[in-house]
């Protein structure tokens, strides 16, 4: 338990999570105007960073065409997805960052809300990322399924998210920074996250080793 919320681990598959969930307003409220402005004030890092992830990506499979990125706060990966000459978009569900993005940065296929709210076409995107997002998420069948739609035949996913089962994650995971009541509500080791893709027809396509204690995982259709 940490901070009133109970953190429970299914025996049978490892998947841990935050049982009961938080209301969605609970979780909604983690991410406000405030949270957005922490992240904007790194802007020019975060830009470096966000080039060199997705020029691996391109490299590694050599990807062309529309680059959607979920949970895309103030556009750093769509901008720098843009500047590789991809058709490049994202979607949001904090207001102030899409703001931001489409002011500060002149993008103009940032959209404010939920993916499944976009009603995007199927099979319109080649590359979909999801960096530090799908943890946040309250269903994960239905945001999996919606990018299953989307996403084109020969189309390749990113999955970048804290790893409860790596060797440098706390046994006692109340220490672990990466343990966040009402923001965090998922916590996946690599069986689980597979699992979970390929429950929708995904298989693993490349599992990037990390230092650090998190998940950098690539699928695509199977």
Not at 38 to 66: H, N, S, V
Not at 100 to 120: M, P, V
Not at 149 to 161: F, Q, S, V
């Amino acid at each position: 338990m940490k901070r009133g919320e109970t953190f429970v681990r299914c025996l049978e598959c490892t998947l841990m999570m935050i049982n009961p969930q938080p209301e969605l307003a609970a979780t909604s409220a983690t991410y406000d105007e405030h949270y957005s402005e922490a992240y904007i004030r790194k802007a020019g890092k975060k830009l470096k960073r966000c080039a060199a992830w997705t020029k691996r990506l391109q490299r590694r499979f050599k990807a062309d065409g529309r680059w959607l990125d979920v949970g895309c706060s103030a556009g750093f990966v769509v901008k720098a997805a843009q500047d590789l000459g991809f058709d490049a978009h994202g979607v949001e569900v904090e207001p102030a960052a899409v703001r931001w993005g489409q002011d500060t940065l002149n993008l103009a296929n940032l959209r404010c809300g939920y993916l499944h709210e976009q009603h995007y076409a199927s099979e319109h995107f080649n590359v979909i990322s999801l960096y530090d997002v799908i943890e946040h998420v309250p269903d994960l069948n239905n945001l999996v399924r919606e990018i299953y739609r989307i996403l084109a035949p020969d189309g390749i996913i990113e999955i970048r998210t804290p790893d409860v089962g790596h060797w440098r994650t706390p046994r006692d995971l109340s220490n672990w920074k990466e343990v966040k009541p009402s923001e965090h509500l998922y916590y996946f080791n690599a069986k689980t996250l597979v699992k979970l893709f390929a429950a929708h027809r995904f298989q693993l396509a490349y599992r990037r080793p990390m230092l650090k204690t998190a998940l950098d995982m690539y699928f695509k259709k199977a």
